[in-house]
């Protein structure tokens, strides 16, 4: 669907639930442009692709693919423009666009009452013909546009436009993997960063572990180790004492009690305690 005038006032504010709603809309956009973390993100060429397709379907010297934020333009990609990255958002062309639910197409911007005042129509770029269709992600966020641009008034036809809505979803589903991506990076990140502290604390144990051990070794124990699993004598030497919460206590291995250590709600004993009971029967 092509954006008349009218439909166009109507996405810029009017009749939209007044002011706090549109002001409430374009915030909630703004934060999703923010989570998808691509302003300002170095450009790599992965849209190149998008805007030469989209010059060769309408046959203008320039094409982009602009995410906008709250006052500017900024171009993921972008062909003729020489070396511009970013343009002002204000209303008429982009910044309307993207709250389009179709194609947005100004055929003469020198006389559509939309664009007459915007100062790439007004300025030295000389803009006559804009078309776009809005970025729109799997979750309905609106991130940009997919625009072609020339400095002379044109005509469009119902495949080009088809064609350009086209090539805006495609932007938006790599926009959608690409965030996808980011959050697994960052969760096995996460993991491998826990899976080191947790190696680190297992260290810094066994270290502690070894230390009370040497000390223990002079006082009275039992030959074995009683923390074996439940029914299997360890054949291990006693070396360490554990004690819970209630004073009960029992020697084990450096690896058994290492192990009750962590899983269970016990800590290394002193000597004075004793007793071995409620720690077997909790087993």
Not at 170 to 194: G, P, Q, T
Not at 211 to 237: F, I, K, N, S, Y
Not at 256 to 270: P, R, S, T, Y
Request: aromatic share 4%; hydrophobic share 45%.
């Amino acid at each position: 669907m092509v954006e008349t005038p009218d439909v166009a006032g109507a996405r810029d504010g009017i009749g939209r639930g007044g002011a706090d709603e549109s002001r409430g809309e374009d915030d909630a956009r703004l934060a999703a442009v923010r989570r998808y973390e691509i302003l300002d993100t170095p450009v790599d060429g992965t849209f190149d692709e998008i805007v030469r397709l989209a010059m060769v379907v309408f046959d203008t010297p320039i094409a982009t693919v602009g995410i906008v934020d709250a006052d500017r333009v900024w171009f993921a990609a972008a062909e003729g423009l020489d070396g511009v990255t970013q343009v002002g958002a204000e209303p008429g062309l982009c910044a309307s666009a993207v709250l389009a639910d179709g194609p947005y197409v100004v055929t003469d911007a020198s006389t559509d009452p939309r664009t007459l005042d915007h100062p790439l129509v007004r300025g030295e770029l000389g803009l006559r013909f804009y078309a776009a269709a809005p970025i729109v992600t799997a979750g309905g966020h609106r991130l940009g546009t997919v625009s072609v641009i020339d400095r002379r008034p044109r005509e469009v036809t119902d495949t080009q436009t088809a064609v350009l809505t086209r090539l805006a979803a495609l932007v938006a589903h790599h926009l959608d993997l690409r965030l996808a991506n980011l959050h697994a990076v960052r969760a096995e990140r996460r993991l491998r960063e826990e899976a080191d502290e947790r190696a680190e604390a297992s260290a810094a144990l066994a270290v502690r572990l070894r230390e009370v051990a040497a000390v223990e070794r002079a006082a009275d124990r039992p030959a074995l180790c009683q923390l074996g699993t439940a029914g299997q004598q360890c054949t291990q030497p006693a070396e360490l004492k554990i004690a819970d919460g209630w004073g009960d206590s029992a020697w084990g291995c450096t690896a058994h009690a290492e192990e009750a250590l962590f899983v269970a709600a016990v800590f290394i004993a002193n000597k004075e305690l004793g007793g071995l009971s409620v720690y077997l029967n909790r087993r």
